[in-house]
């Protein structure tokens, strides 16, 4: 039970990034076979969920690991025994978690990625219909600009399929276009 307790807190203090299943194992001190187990647990439980990293394009060097976020942020705070405020990893992964719960409930054909290259290009969400992509760039800012979009800007040289929309979502309350199928809105406002 400790092994779980550990790897639950250290999935936490995580959340909003990659991780290496071989990593986890050495730093808690159980198998790879376990961690993968209690990772499987916390998804169907709907404690949190695994991103894929999207490697559809064979001739970008993507990073294969998966990225993982809490669903719940009270839980989060639970577990870590934190209170007050949020981290940048903490506010995107409450945005995903929302997006997640209501794309599943629009759409049952859907599949959801990250997207991660080795020169540090990212795409934190990635949503993927039959017609093409959503993708989202999420900022714990006050303020965005078109510099917040810069890797939704090119994101379409990589993807087999249209990209449909792609979104900047923060804390600013100024809806703003930032290129072409790029929109920035406030995070609440668009979930709620």
Not at 14 to 21: E, H, R
Not at 46 to 75: C, F
Not at 93 to 100: C, D, H, R, T
Request: charged share 25%; net charge neutral; with cysteine.
């Amino acid at each position: 039970m400790e092994s779980f307790v550990k790897l639950q807190q250290y999935l936490a203090l995580q959340t909003g990034q990659t991780i290496n299943i071989s990593s986890i194992s050495k730093q808690i001190g159980v198998s790879e076979k376990t961690v993968r187990k209690y990772i499987t647990y916390f998804e169907l439980s709907y404690q949190m969920i695994s991103l894929a990293s999207w490697e559809k394009n064979q001739s970008k060097r993507l990073v294969k690991t998966p990225k993982i976020h809490y669903l719940d942020n009270g839980i989060l705070q639970t577990v870590l025994l934190k209170r007050g405020g949020i981290t940048g990893s903490e506010f995107e992964s409450l945005v995903i978690a929302e997006l997640y719960k209501q794309i599943k409930a629009i759409f049952t054909d859907c599949r959801f990625y990250h997207l991660r290259t080795s020169d540090g290009y990212e795409i934190d969400f990635l949503i993927e219909l039959a017609e093409g992509y959503f993708a989202f760039e999420i900022k714990l800012a006050e303020k965005t600009d078109k510099k917040d979009a810069r890797h939704l800007l090119r994101l379409q040289e990589f993807l087999d399929k249209p990209l449909i929309h792609s979104f900047v979502l923060s804390n600013d309350m100024e809806v703003k276009q930032l290129g072409e199928n790029c929109t920035a809105i406030h995070a609440a406002h668009f979930t709620g």
